[in-house]
């Protein structure tokens, strides 16, 4: 069932309040199960609050994303393992993240927009933000990971050789 | 915030959307991916395969004519294929093999300025998107390799794992490798190719030890009717070796304990009477789940049972002859019939004097390969 008049107030975790129709909300497992429990009356059309832990500028991304996709058919298809193609995302989706990287911390948003699909169990949202973080580092190399994932090596020259060598048994 | 920081979950769907070689590389980034989490981020495959190739593969033949190299079983002369990686006692190449690009391993040598190649030993990993190879030496290969993946891959799950034994000296060091291998990745559905009779008590600890996963077994070898009546319920159980005892019944294959959902006898040697039969296709047609049962058979059984319900050789599509209903005709090649819940497909092969029944009470499951 859709809910298109229902509209649901979310407070996030610095205070903010957004209020979203539940056309939106419907994709958030979370957002879902917290009015479930309210017991609220659908039909009453009410305004319902719900406390998110996700902070005011992650979920207007997050709001952003669900209002381009908030016809996309559920429960999220999850597709089978010899589907775990990365290559495949919507032109629109990657626009929406491209537009992140204007920003001075890219990797930090992407990093709390995944956090918040988790936390708000969206799974088209979490199964595009993990693409593209994928993507990010997907036939680099070690050196190119460390600085995509701004990772310090931290190895011993024994620990990496022990490591090498074990790669090295997989890479025949 | 860093990758290291994100949930859990969150880090197995990524893993998920990375290769195996991606994540090898990942291992070497810093110590908290190479040492502290990636056991619990290996993710999840498809598809797995093990399969332990002999020395003696068949399936390569030597193209050197005027080789003398007796000392070598399976040699055969590379021409134009490219060397990968120098191994200390044996060099892997590509070569074409079936018309499919196959990595194998093989020792190499030279003689009269022609390479010469002797097909090793070898056990062939398929993890996911990772292929290897492993020369195959003693059993202590198998603890190495046992190591290593618990070491790299623990945690990883398979829908589907594959394993194939060409090697009949070393089947049981090999199915002690499985049983430890079963404890350390999750795997939904075994998959046993190539197995002999003499395995056939390993095998079944395996299937017992992991009740409620999915198990297909192909029995390649001469198939025991003790053993072959012993085989605990399979998804699915394949025999393509001949029965070593002449003639084997094909009911009390189907209709002991183990109810295999899947039945596949491939060869014409099996043994049916028309009562046999018709107690097969109201087993199939009252069963609640799909049922299927191939199995090949000389001429005899099949005349046998079309004379005894009057289904004539003229019989054409939607013509009835008692409960059955004729579906399909091809004439002196196949019979399709309907019989209450069950399709009953007869294949006959004049020439070599016999025939094939599938019966099954599923449309799809009709065409069993």
Known sequence: RIYPLMRVTLTTSDGASVTVSRQLTKHSGFIEKAIT????????????????????????????????????????????????????IPAWDQAFVQK????????????????????????????????????????????????????????????????????????N | ???????????????????????????????????????????CFDYGRISHCTANNPAIRCKAETCTCKEWHGHALLEGSKIITRGSDGLIYNVSYNQRNRRMVYSVREQDGMKHIKIESALSIALGDASFNLLYSSTDDFEQLHNLIKRLFSGISFNKFEFKLDDPN?????????HKLAMEIRIDHFVFNHFMNWYWDSVTKLIVDYPNRKHNVDFESHAVKNILLAIPALEKLSVSGYPIHYMICVFPLFSANATHKTLVLGQDYWQITTADLMAIMQVVSEANSKRSVQFGVM????????????????????????????????????????????????????????GKFTISNVDEQLYIH
């Open chain 2, 170 to 178: 070393s089947g049981e060091p090999f199915l002690e490798f499985i």
């Open chain 1, 37 to 88: 429990d309210m017991a609220v009356d659908d039909n009453a059309v009410p305004l319902s609050a719900v406390a998110v832990d996700v902070d005011d500028a992650t979920l207007k991304l997050v709001i952003e994303w669900l209002t381009e996709h908030r016809d996309d058919a559920l429960p999220y298809p999850e597709k089978t393992d010899e589907e775990r193609r990365a290559d495949d």
């Open chain 2, 299 to 354: 001429i005899r059984p099949i005349t046998s049972f079309l004379d005894d319900y009057n289904i004539p050789e003229s019989a054409q599509a939607c013509e009835i002859f008692g409960e059955f209903e004729v579906c399909e005709v091809q004439p002196k090649q196949l019979k399709v019939l309907r019989y209450r819940n069950c399709r009953i497909r007869i294949e006959i092969y004049e020439p070599l004097n016999c």
């Open chain 1, 100 to 171: 992140w990287d204007t920003k001075e911390d890219q990797q930090q948003t992407l990093y709390a927009v995944i956090t918040a699909a988790d936390k708000l169990d969206i799974k088209g949202l979490l199964d595009m933000t993990c693409k593209t973080l994928a993507n990010k580092i997907n036939g680099k190399t070690v050196e190119e990971m460390r600085e995509i994932l701004q990772l310090e090596c931290d190895f011993t020259e024994e620990e990496l050789a022990e490591i090498r060598k074990e790669n090295a048994w997989c890479e």
């Open chain 2, 1 to 43: 915030m860093d990758i290291l920081s994100l949930p859990d979950l969150v880090l197995r769907r990524l893993m998920r959307k990375m290769t195996i070689k991606d994540r090898l590389n990942l291992r070497l980034t810093c110590r908290a991916c190479g040492l502290g989490r990636r056991h619990t981020h290996a993710g």
